[in-house]
């Protein structure tokens, strides 16, 4: 059996482990270990780091005193229950694929409670002029400094404004429509993607152009500026595990745990609200999962309530309350199998996240 997997302890059960890295994106691409389980751990790969790491991230459950409350709940197939959600605290919401979960969360606590910020996996944008630096808002930043260092107004750093190749506008692309057909796109060949005019190309910051800085990944930029402010924005997108990603890459082109993630790292930090996230793991490497759970705690810190939809025990386990519906999916789901704190649902023999989280908890 082959399974691409994060998870710790499905990692420590195989049999035999493929490693891929050493990075992400540019930096990934090569097998780092292939071998037995016990060889990876001398390996140095980032999934070795994780595995040998001892020390987690520092936690202890943040106790409530006020909760939300969802009375006789009926959507789809939830079976009258009533559930409480503590107020300023993490709450995962578990339970097999199908059991509730989201019927439970999107369906009626969202619906009671409109106010609360849902961060999805939906796309972000569907226009190709947006990047991962104008979604940060860093690219303004970056404009101005090249725009001090180098003479000529910000806007001719934008490939959206006075910077845009003539022949393509700033597309990169050049777009053919056809009659009853779907239209082709095809790279311009005036700048070759590079979606700027030649004469903004000759100008340099610390010697490289805007369109090589846009073709550097989040880490790259992170190493290169000097600007505090700067480096602040771009520190977010690593906090996320977002690094890899290209300063110049479209938002069109992000996946839906991008798209996520990317939210998370852009979302201002209130106080007293109430955020909900489905299954925000998805797609992370499990080195970057503490990274995550430092983001949902600094949430927490400020009194938000964070209500996680997740399967994932490695965030489970930094639950301050769960609540498990079950025992299965579609018609023999949608009961309240728990509702309580981490420590009491590894006794309850019904639920099978219980039983999971036993050995971790
Ligand atoms: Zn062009």
Redesign the pocket.
């Known amino acids: 059996m082959f399974v691409v997997e994060h998870d710790a302890d499905v990692i420590r059960s195989a049999e035999w482990i493929v490693d891929i890295g050493p990075g992400a994106g540019k930096y990934g691409g090569n097998i780092v270990y292939n071998g037995e389980p016990e060889g990876i751990t001398s390996s140095g790969s980032i999934t070795a780091e994780f595995l040998n790491k001892k020390t987690k991230p520092a936690f202890s459950r943040k106790p409530f005193e006020s909760f939300y409350v969802i009375e006789n709940a009926t959507a789809k197939n939830l079976r009258n229950i009533s559930v409480k959600i503590p107020k300023g605290v993490l709450t995962c919401v578990t339970g097999v694929a199908g059991s509730g979960k989201s019927s439970l969360i999107h369906g009626c606590f969202a619906r009671q409670h409109p106010e609360a910020i849902v961060i999805d996996q939906s796309p972000i944008g569907k226009s190709s002029r947006a990047n991962t630096a104008t979604f940060i808002g860093v690219f303004d930043l970056i404009r101005k400094e090249f725009a001090s260092a180098t003479g000529p107004d910000p806007s001719l750093f934008s490939f959206n404004s006075k910077g845009a190749?003539p022949?393509?506008n700033g597309?990169?692309v050049l777009t053919f429509e056809l009659h009853f057909l779907d239209s082709v796109k095809t790279v311009?060949d005036?700048?070759e993607r590079k979606?700027y005019h030649a004469e903004v190309l000759d100008l340099k910051l610390f010697g490289r152009n805007i369109a090589e800085i846009l073709d550097m990944t989040v880490n790259q930029s992170y190493e290169f500026f000097k600007s505090s402010r700067i480096k602040k924005h771009l520190h977010l997108l690593q906090e996320v595990g977002l690094g890899y990603l290209k300063l110049g890459q479209s938002l069109s082109t992000m996946s839906g745990g991008e798209s996520q993630r990317l939210k998370i790292a852009t979302e201002p930090t209130n106080e007293s609200n109430i955020y909900i996230m489905d299954e925000p793991t998805t797609g992370l490497h499990l080195s970057d999962i503490d990274n995550f759970y430092r983001i949902v705690k600094s949430l927490v810190a400020n009194e938000n309530a964070v209500v996680i939809i997740e399967h994932n025990l490695d965030i489970i386990k930094y639950a301050d309350w769960i609540i498990d519906l079950g025992p299965e999916g579609g018609k023999k789901g949608g009961e309240l199998i728990f509702q309580g704190l981490p420590e009491d649902i590894v006794n309850n023999p019904r639920s099978l996240t219980g039983k999971y989280l036993k050995n971790m908890i």
């Open positions: 190749c022949k393509c597309q990169g311009c005036e700048c979606r």
